[in-house]
C-alpha cells in the first residue's frame, strides 16, 4: 500500500504560493506516495473548554493526522512567524493533553514568500513547535523558496529547471526519511 503524506498548508487563500508549491512537490514525488491536503479552512478557533467536545472539523483533522504515515507543512511567513491558522489546527490536533495526533509523525517543513528569506523565520518557528510535539523533522537540505510569478503552472510542474531540481533532491530526502521513520 502507499505511503500517505498529509499536507498542511499555512494559508487558506486561494491563489497562495504556498498551496501552489505543495501541488508542484506533489508531482516531483517518488511512486508509492499519495498526498492529500488537510483541511484547516472551517476549523473553529481553539478553546480548551471544548477538548471534550470536539467538533466534527477537529475530529476530521485528527484523523487525517492519524491515517497518515507523514505530514508536509507547507508554510507562508506572517510577521516572522508562522500564520494563526496554521497554529490554530496545531493546536486542535495536539489536545487533548496526551492524546496529540503529532507524535511521531515524522514531518518535512518547507514554504515559499515573495522576499528574499522566502519563509525561513516562519519555518525555523514551525521547527520548534514540530521538536515539542515529538515529530521528528527533516533538517538537511533546508528549503527557503522565493517565489516569482509563474514559478509553478496551472498544473503544478515548476517553470524553473534548477528550481525543480533543487525541489525534486528535496522531496527525495523528504520521501526516504518518512520511509525511515515509517517502522
Ligand atoms: C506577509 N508576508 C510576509 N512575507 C515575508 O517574507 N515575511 C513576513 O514576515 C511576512 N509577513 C506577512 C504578514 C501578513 C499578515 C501577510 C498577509 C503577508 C507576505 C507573504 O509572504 C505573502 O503574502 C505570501 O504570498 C503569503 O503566502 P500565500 O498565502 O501566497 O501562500
Redo the contacts with the bound molecule.
Keep these: 500500500s502507499s505511503t500517505k503524506i498529509a499536507v498542511v498548508v499555512g ?1 487558506i ?1 486561494k ?5 501552489k508549491l505543495a501541488l508542484a512537490l506533489a508531482g516531483l514525488a517518488p511512486s508509492g506516495f499519495t498526498f492529500e491536503d488537510v483541511r484547516i479552512d472551517d476549523l473553529p478557533l481553539y478553546n480548551q473548554d471544548h477538548d471534550g467536545t470536539p467538533s466534527e472539523q477537529v475530529k476530521r483533522l485528527k484523523t487525517h493526522i492519524a491515517g497518515a504515515n507523514g505530514v508536509l507543512f507547507v508554510t ?5 512567524s508562522i500564520p494563526g491558522v496554521l497554529k490554530n489546527a496545531i493546536d486542535h490536533a495536539s489536545r487533548p493533553y496526551g492524546q496529540s495526533a503529532w507524535a511521531g509523525k515524522p514531518a518535512g517543513v518547507i514554504g ?4 528574499a ?1 522566502g ?1 525561513a ?1 516562519a519555518q525555523q518557528h514551525l521547527r520548534n513547535v514540530l521538536a515539542y510535539l515529538d515529530m521528528p523533522t527533516l533538517g538537511q537540505p533546508e528549503a527557503f523558496v522565493q517565489f516569482k510569478e509563474g514559478l509553478v503552472d496551472a498544473h503544478g510542474k515548476v517553470t524553473v529547471e534548477a528550481t525543480q531540481k533543487f525541489l525534486q533532491t528535496w522531496m527525495e530526502k523528504f520521501a526516504a526519511f518518512v520511509k525511515l521513520h515509517q517502522g
Design positions: 494559508s487563500r491563489d497562495s504560493i504556498n498551496r507562508p511567513e506572517y510577521n516572522r515559499a514568500s515573495g522576499g528569506i519563509s523565520l
